[in-house]
């Protein structure tokens, strides 16, 4: 079921269009946010972006009468097939009447049709005034969202220093322990949109010190859309897409999680930014031009990263965000970056080929401390790279892949297929070769590690619905390193494979049985000789999950998670857990709340669960060492466009007399935090 089961894999049909308490999240987008989580740290992914794009999906549902391919590839939830399938339906038959009609569309069924609904709508056509440009001022939505919270124990950073670490820079934090969020956004459709967005994490200074204006972190942008033949123009923080990722793609990067055909990245160009991320965006203005099939965009960004630097050159990109020491202090916004860039694509009937390029520079030298592992890797103030992408539908079979270069002359390729065999069986295959030397700075492509360079790839998915309410889905993926990489200070190699098994009778209960097994080389720990010898690390994950409707409003989930682990040594751990979430039927309230226990022999089995939290906002804990974890979520809306929510959390550990490290450390063997926020619209 393509990128829609990706997306709503266990999904109620009756799901709400407006989450009470953000208890609803479907189950396959969990799954790929605790996949990401769970990743190597490679890769800088913007999970929140991500979360906020169904997170307004929700809020504002795609229309399907009015979207275009574009618009239908940003839902992200949709392949090529089901995309030139809704068009042509469209096209023959003309606008829906309801969205109840989407299942009579070639590629479509009842199941599908269920998941989608909470995320789309049909507006009518009639014979009303179009809105005026002057509407799109006017007769949008505001909305504003403000959060606070904090660890409730003391924790080492706020302690009252000593006298021997009166000159070190990062023995205390900065501000107090209360972290601070703040969103504006006003909305009229898809026409028009800006906002502001503002955070300050714990121990960073508010309207204090550095930050005398308020927020350690701002940002904010216009976005205004489809005014002749300007398809799309921005003014300040932006994210771009393009191709498969090759060369420019800010955000989220689907790889390797969720549904096991979501090889294909559905670009969406340049989009607004809304995240809080501090590092994965532009900064500028952007646009998107489009007449008759041609498609150009293009894009200028300047603003200021963190680093290590001196006065000349910097060594080090900091991509944390934090600014909570005197030390981080330090690093922040301390060299410049400029980035310029564009897309110029052309659609043909079955084929869209696209050209991207892009170059950016530091304002000063970049000198990374250079080892053997990251010889190629940029080490210069300045990059460009440039690609060719495309893609093709062509009745049951979709190809795509983009080729690419660096300024060094390094090369990087992609190329895959999707084949809709028949209504219950579908396979994608992707192959990947990326140099050892290709430098690009910007790139998110297909991958193990996400770096987009030395790397070597070959991954065969596979989907069969042998029964209405079952759906199978397995994955492999064979990859090889032809360079040392980090933790690795040899060539090396690996394979993963994933096998899922999901039964859902009807909307009250789902449930799926997953396995996930990786094995890849890695250095062996604690080796101080001339060469580190390598070992091969067998990770193994085996997760049961079932949820189940009791009530009206009433939902309860269940899940079992074991891992082993083999390096040398063997180890193993065990999650289980146990949700409730309720929703009053007759009043705007609602709660959810969940009780783990974990034994987790390390850290390396440690397991990954999201977590229901408030909206814009998500919880994904590592579960490690031996203990048990309980949160309460609370929601009530207290007049109209008024809402309030709570959040109290925990995790005891039974075989530790401290929890956290470093200057998070408690003197206890458990950590509490809470959470409050507010929304209003108007």
Same mark, same amino acid.
Not at 167 to 174: D, F, G, S, T
């Given at each position: 079921m393509k990128h829609a089961m990706f997306i709503f894999f266990c999904f109620a049909a009756g799901m709400a269009k407006a989450q009470d308490t953000n208890s609803d999240m479907p189950g396959a987008l969990r799954q790929l946010i605790e996949s990401v989580a769970a990743g190597d740290g490679e890769n800088e992914v913007d999970v929140q972006a991500l979360y906020d794009t169904y997170e307004t999906l929700l809020e504002f549902p795609l229309d399907l009468n009015a979207a275009t391919e574009a618009d239908l590839q940003q839902l992200q939830i949709l392949n090529d097939f089901q995309i030139q399938s809704l068009l042509e339906y469209r096209k023959e038959y003309g606008a829906l009447y309801t969205v109840h009609e989407l299942p009579?569309?070639?590629? =479509?069924?009842?199941?599908?049709?269920?998941?989608?609904?909470?995320?789309?709508?049909?507006?009518?056509?009639?014979?009303? $005034?179009?809105? @005026?440009?002057?509407?799109?001022?006017?007769? #949008?939505?505001?909305?504003?969202?403000?959060?606070? /919270?904090?660890?409730?124990?003391?924790?080492?950073?706020?302690?009252?220093?000593?006298?021997?670490?009166?000159?070190?820079?990062?023995?205390?934090?900065? /501000?107090?322990?209360?972290?601070?969020?703040m969103r504006y956004k006003y909305r009229y459709s898809d026409k028009m949109q800006w906002g502001v967005t503002a955070k300050n994490d714990a121990g960073e200074p508010f309207f204090s010190g550095n930050n005398k204006y308020g927020f350690d972190f701002y940002s904010a942008h216009v976005?205004? @859309?489809?005014? /002749?033949?300007?398809?799309?123009?921005?003014?300040?923080?932006?994210?771009?897409?393009?191709?498969?990722?090759?060369?420019?793609?800010? #955000?989220?990067? !689907?790889s390797k999680a969720g549904d096991v055909l979501s090889?294909?990245?559905?670009?969406?160009?340049?989009?607004?930014?809304?995240?809080?991320?501090?590092? &994965?965006?532009? $900064? #500028?203005?952007?646009?998107?031009?489009?007449?008759?099939?041609?498609?150009?965009?293009?894009?200028?960004?300047?603003?200021?990263i963190d680093a290590t630097a001196d006065s000349n050159a910097f060594s080090t990109i900091q991509e944390t965000g934090q600014h909570n020491t005197a030390g981080t202090m330090e690093k922040k916004h301390a060299v410049p970056e400029t980035v310029v860039g564009g897309n110029l694509s052309y659609r043909f009937k079955y084929l869209k080929v696209g050209i991207t390029a892009l170059w950016h520079r530091y304002g000063k030298d970049y000198r990374r401390d250079v080892k053997p592992y990251n010889y190629f890797e940029l080490n210069d103030a300045q990059n460009a790279n440039a690609g060719i992408d495309f893609y093709s539908v062509w009745k049951k079979t979709s190809v795509f892949g983009e080729f690419a270069v660096s300024r060094n002359g390094g090369m990087a390729g992609v190329a895959g297929a999707l084949f809709d065999l028949d209504a219950t069986f579908r396979l994608a295959f992707l192959y990947r070769n990326y140099a050892r030397d290709y430098q690009a700075m910007y790139a998110r492509g297909f991958g193990e590690t996400g770096k987009t360079a030395n790397e070597n790839g070959c991954y065969v998915g596979a989907q069969w619905l042998p029964h209405p309410h079952i759906t199978v889905s397995a994955y492999a993926d064979v990859f090889s390193f032809p360079w040392m990489r980090y933790g690795v200070y040899a060539p090396s190699g690996g394979y993963e494979y994933h096998v899922q098994a999901a039964y859902r009778p009807d909307s009250a209960m789902n449930m799926y049985?997953?396995?996930?097994?990786?094995?890849?080389?890695?250095?062996?720990?604690?080796?101080? /000789?001339?060469?580190?010898?390598?070992?091969?690390?067998?990770?193994?994950?085996?997760?049961?999950?079932?949820?189940?409707? !009791?009530?009206? %409003?009433?939902?309860?989930?269940?899940?079992?998670?074991? *891992?082993?682990? $083999?390096?040398? %040594?063997?180890?193993?751990?065990? &999650? &289980?857990?146990?949700?409730?979430?309720?929703?009053?039927?007759?009043?705007?309230?609602? =709660?959810?709340?969940?009780?783990?226990?974990?034994?987790?022999? @390390?850290?390396?089995?440690?397991?990954?669960?999201?977590?229901?939290?408030?909206?814009?906002?998500?919880?994904?804990?590592?579960?490690? *060492?031996? #203990?048990? $974890?309980?949160?309460?979520?609370?929601?009530?809306?207290?007049?109209?466009?008024?809402? &309030?929510?709570?959040?109290?959390?925990?995790?005891?550990?039974?075989?530790?007399?401290?929890?956290?490290? %470093? !200057?998070?450390?408690?003197?206890?063997p458990h950590q509490t935090t809470f959470k409050v926020q507010a929304s209003v619209k108007f």
């Open positions: 009579l569309i070639h590629g =479509f069924n009842e199941e599908i049709a269920g998941q989608l609904y909470p995320f789309i709508t049909v507006t009518p056509v009639s014979a009303e $005034r179009r809105p @005026s440009f002057a509407d799109r001022f006017t007769r #949008g939505s505001h909305q504003l969202v403000m959060r606070t /919270g904090r660890t409730l124990e003391r924790q080492k950073g706020y302690t009252p220093i000593t006298p021997e670490e009166q000159e070190k820079p990062n023995a205390r934090y900065l /501000g107090s322990p209360w972290a601070a969020y976005q205004l @859309s489809d005014v /002749g033949i300007v398809k799309k123009i921005i003014a300040g923080d932006y994210q771009v897409q393009f191709g498969q990722g090759l060369v420019a793609w800010g #955000g989220y990067s !689907l090889v294909k990245k559905q670009e969406s160009g340049i989009t607004g930014y809304t995240s809080t991320n501090e590092n &994965l965006f532009r $900064r #500028g203005a952007a646009v998107t031009l489009q007449y008759r099939q041609w498609n150009l965009s293009a894009f200028v960004s300047h603003k200021n049985l997953r396995i996930k097994q990786e094995v890849k080389d890695e250095n062996v720990s604690g080796s101080d /000789g001339a060469i580190t010898p390598q070992h091969t690390v067998n990770l193994l994950h085996a997760c049961y999950e079932i949820s189940y409707q !009791l009530l009206r %409003g009433l939902r309860m989930q269940d899940r079992i998670e074991i *891992a082993f682990y $083999r390096a040398g %040594g063997k180890e193993s751990g065990l &999650l &289980l857990y146990h949700n409730i979430s309720y929703k009053f039927p007759t009043f705007p309230a609602g =709660f959810s709340l969940r009780f783990a226990v974990f034994d987790a022999g @390390s850290w390396n089995t440690r397991f990954y669960a999201y977590e229901n939290d408030m909206p814009y906002n998500f919880s994904v804990p590592a579960y490690y *060492a031996k #203990g048990a $974890r309980w949160y309460v979520n609370a929601h009530i809306r207290l007049w109209k466009n008024f809402d &309030l929510w709570a959040r109290l959390a925990q995790t005891c550990f039974f075989n530790a007399t401290t929890a956290g490290s %470093g !200057l998070n450390e408690i003197n206890q």
